[in-house]
């Protein structure tokens, strides 16, 4: 089977059943080295189910975070225990495309109390 070059199109990842917790701490960055999954291409993430597969942000960081011009497709997942003191502790939209698809964001924590779970910006 052969690999697809980084950067080289659309990708998909399949989650079975399972939680998948986010252990490496850190906020404030947009490369993928700490905190929360960057979405830097067009990638869909499929579940088993959002009440079997979790994607869980262990309260480090948001869990998702879509940059600029990119897309995520959700489907089949559960987001949960995203923290932040902004806005999408679940999801943080900027400028890009988010669809969820049978899929659940709840239990997310933003200490400032605005958007916890899904927040889209928009320009």
Do not use: W
Not at 21 to 41: P, Q, R
Not at 44 to 63: E, H, K, L, P
Request: aromatic content about 4%; glycine content about 14%.
């Amino acid at each position: 089977m052969d690999a697809c070059a980084a950067g080289s199109g659309d990708d998909t990842i399949t989650l079975p059943t399972g939680t998948y917790t986010l252990l490496v701490a850190g906020t404030g960055e947009d490369n993928n080295a700490t905190g929360d999954l960057d979405v830097k291409s067009n990638i869909a993430i499929n579940g088993a189910g959002a009440s079997t597969t979790t994607i869980n942000g262990g309260a480090i960081d948001r869990v998702l975070h879509v940059l600029s011009g990119n897309t995520l497709a959700l489907s089949g997942v559960t987001v949960t225990n995203g923290s932040t003191s902004t806005n999408g502790a679940g999801i943080y939209n900027f400028q890009g495309t988010l669809t969820l698809t049978d899929s659940r964001v709840a239990v997310n924590d933003s200490t400032n109390g605005n958007s916890v779970g899904i927040y889209s910006f928009l320009a």
